[in-house]
């Protein structure tokens, strides 16, 4: 009777499972490309490199944004630019779909917990990393709870 509930619990995480672990490979992906886009505007006239230090270039300011495009083209960056805004837009899809199921077991858990932990991480460079030491304490107890959740989640297959 045990097993069958776990069964009908997971069974109730399925689709939030699927969309942790699309969410999880979207972020990598986002996470290299932007880190290649990086390395490529160290290059680049100083505007271009607004493109590591703004996750989501679409919510800025209109006029700011036209800058920014027009030097990320100029730079020819606009096509790791493009990709970068395309991932960011199916990840906030992603998320949004996460955020409204609601998670039945440590697992389902864990995958709300991944796009908390991006929504709340200011430094690209650190979304599959523990914050430092000096960072602000939500982003430390953030990354403690994902932490815990994964634990717990792990310890939970085993038996």
Not at 47 to 66: K, S, T, V
Not at 78 to 86: G, I, K, P, Q, Y
Not at 120 to 143: C, I, R, Y
Request: net charge positive.
């Amino acid at each position: 009777m045990t097993r069958r509930r776990a069964r009908i619990r997971w069974n109730k995480d399925a689709q939030l499972l699927r969309l942790g672990a699309e969410h999880r490979k979207l972020l990598r992906r986002y996470h290299e490309t932007l880190i290649t886009a990086c390395l490529k505007s160290a290059t680049a006239p100083e505007e271009a490199q607004w493109i590591g230090r703004y996750p989501y270039p679409a919510a800025m300011p209109p006029d700011d944004y036209a800058r920014y495009k027009a030097a990320t083209k100029a730079a020819g960056l606009d096509e790791l630019d493009d990709r970068l805004e395309a991932l960011c837009t199916r990840l906030g899809d992603i998320e949004a779909r996460i955020a409204a199921l609601p998670a039945h077991t440590a697992a389902g858990l864990v995958a709300r917990l991944w796009v908390l932990w991006h929504m709340v991480q200011a430094e690209p460079g650190q979304l599959f990393t523990e914050p430092s030491a000096d960072a602000k304490p939500e982003l430390q107890l953030t990354w403690s709870v994902l932490a815990d959740a994964r634990r717990i989640a792990k310890a939970a297959r085993c038996r």
